[in-house]
């Protein structure tokens, strides 16, 4: 069944929009990523104008990660005060980075740039949860007694603060921070940031797994909330059919994706985790180093 | 006597050509196509017939149906490989191109046309894109046009469709525009072309009208009149959405 989008102005099977949105809720359930990532490339190839694609995506991430986090809130796996001590650092991040992202824009080649981070971040964060997960996974086979959490420098800072959920009584200054660096990263890639923001919490944080995924969608909704208004009133690229089609599908994929979830172990979540980032990686990769089929692409002048 | 007679028609011809004796009448099967919620693309009729007050000149006549959408202007950017992966290096402006453009003709299109009179009426699909000041950086800046063309054409947005008009006794002509689903909204120009050994002898020109109409109209004007309104719309029915998937699926576990 066709249906043409008013705002994109095309016309698109409207069970394959299905389809996908669900795919993607999926992944947002189980991981505590928006699935953007994985969501813009695919509207590119079926035909979506790369501004619309961008600003209807947030919109349908609120509804995915909204339908995921009440899955969580359920389970009692969202710690609701490191996801707004992380929102706070994220909204002061997205807005440095709006700054940053402006000054790269009037220097030229931004697209570039943003690529080769990604291809970087994603491959050293792939690459870093794949061993330790391997290695998590291969020592409780064994036996092992998984090793306890070290004692390091985070836990010298002042202002600590006690994270119930978590079982964490830590500074506010690190996740403050790991807050910012995801909004500076979130406002120049133009994704949700939850990629990053996932083995961050993981990994630097010492957040334990099963928390990690509501609390990522928790402040992902504002995150992405704010993005939609943002892209609604001054670019008015939102296109509302195509986000009804896409939620559809992602709210109740965000619901099976969160009971898979709970079903599997960390270690295994982490290692599943780590190959996606990784695929990402490597497909984003490949397209900056194999021969393009066709090497002009047409953009809307004075647009994006 | 005959080549007294090919006298006369070849004048009859010029004179035609001249005064414009002949003259286009046309109807199209609609002149407003509707974009609904459903629109899976249109078929349009230009049907139409060729009135004279003088005897059919010797010389065949020829047909050349012409529909445009609106312009607008583009950046085609040009990828190149540096250190190894591929980065857009050079762009160049183009001033108009049409979102649709389809030409159908009756026979081969250079028979039908001829350059000069194709330069002066801008039909064929190169003629239609205007690109003027290319950087000066770029060299080449006819390939980014043909770029454009040959995307377009790939994705069906400009086809030429020759022989695809049918022209009866000279004088009644019809051919069959298809426009695909995923059409701008603005005026299309259709133009109607008669040619005698590629000269241009008449022309006709009309529109249709593409709209969104309904659901289609009101959110489009919504988006654009009431942008904070509309993406308020937007974030309700997604957090909507999203609690009724979770208390539905709550409600299923329960059961």
Not at chain 2, 24 to 46: N, P, Q, R
Request: hydrophobic share 50%.
């Amino acid at each position: 069944m066709l249906i043409y989008l008013p705002i994109a102005e095309v016309s698109v099977n409207a069970f394959l929009l299905l389809g996908l949105g669900g795919l993607v809720g999926v992944l947002s359930g189980m991981f505590g990523v928006g699935g953007g990532f994985l969501m813009t490339p695919l509207l590119f190839f079926i035909g979506i104008p790369p501004a619309v694609a961008v600003a209807t995506e947030a919109n349908q991430i609120v509804a995915s990660s909204f339908s995921g986090v009440l899955a969580h809130v359920r389970r009692k796996t969202v710690d609701f005060t490191m996801g707004t001590v992380l929102l706070v650092g994220g909204l002061i991040g997205a807005a440095v980075g709006v700054v940053i992202f402006n000054y790269l824009k009037s220097m030229g080649q931004v697209d570039l740039l943003v690529r080769l981070c990604y291809v970087v971040f994603l491959g050293v964060i792939g690459g870093m949860m794949f061993v330790e997960s391997l290695r998590a996974i291969r020592n409780t086979r064994s036996g092992k007694p998984p090793k306890r959490k070290k004692h390091n420098w985070i836990h010298g800072l002042p202002l600590k603060m006690r994270f119930r959920t978590s079982g964490l009584y830590i500074s506010v200054i690190p996740p403050v921070l790991v807050g910012v660096a995801v909004g500076i990263l979130a406002a120049i890639m133009g994704v949700g940031g939850g990629f990053i923001m996932v083995p961050a919490m993981i990994y630097l944080l010492g957040m334990p797994t099963k928390v990690v995924v509501g609390t990522s969608l928790f402040q992902i909704i504002f995150v992405t909330a704010f993005t939609t208004l943002l892209h609604a009133t001054t670019n008015f690229t939102v296109d509302i059919v195509l986000a009804v089609l896409l939620l559809v599908g992602g709210v109740i994929g965000a619901q099976i994706g969160t009971s898979i979830g709970t079903r599997m172990k960390a270690e295994q979540l982490r290692i599943l985790l780590a190959i996606m980032v990784l695929a990402v990686c490597a497909k984003l990769a490949l397209d900056l180093l194999l021969t393009p089929s066709e090497i002009y692409s047409i953009g809307n002048a004075g647009g994006h | 006597m005959r080549a007294a007679l090919a006298c006369l028609a070849l004048a009859a011809c010029l004179l035609a050509a001249r005064t414009g004796a002949e003259e286009v009448v046309l109807g199209l099967s609609k002149d407003k196509v509707a974009i609904t919620a459903t629109f899976e693309g249109s078929e349009i009729l230009v049907f139409g017939a060729v009135k004279r007050e003088v005897p059919i000149p010797e010389e065949p006549l020829d047909v050349i149906v012409a529909v445009a959408g609106p312009d607008k202007p583009l950046i085609v950017r040009r990828k190149e490989r540096r250190f190894g992966i591929w980065v857009n290096i050079d762009a160049v402006e183009i001033d108009a191109a049409p979102s649709f453009y389809a030409v159908a003709t009756t026979g081969p299109f250079d028979q039908v046309l001829s350059n000069v009179e194709d330069l002066r009426h801008r039909v064929s699909i190169p003629q239609a894109i205007r690109s003027v000041g290319a950087p000066a950086t770029v060299g080449d800046a006819q390939a980014f046009t043909d770029a454009v063309i040959r995307i377009r054409k790939g994705n069906g947005a400009y086809k030429v469709e020759e022989g695809a008009v049918s022209l009866d006794e000279q004088t009644l002509f019809r051919a069959s525009i298809s426009m695909p689903a995923n059409l701008t909204e603005g005026v299309y120009a259709t133009r109607i072309f008669l040619t005698r050994g590629g000269e241009v002898v008449a022309t006709y020109q009309t529109s249709i009208d593409v709209r969104k109409v309904g659901l289609e109209r009101w959110l489009f004007n919504m988006s654009r009149e009431q942008p904070l309104l509309y993406g308020l719309m937007s974030l309700a029915i997604a957090i909507a959405a999203g609690w009724g998937a979770s208390a539905a699926f709550r409600v299923l576990r329960q059961n």
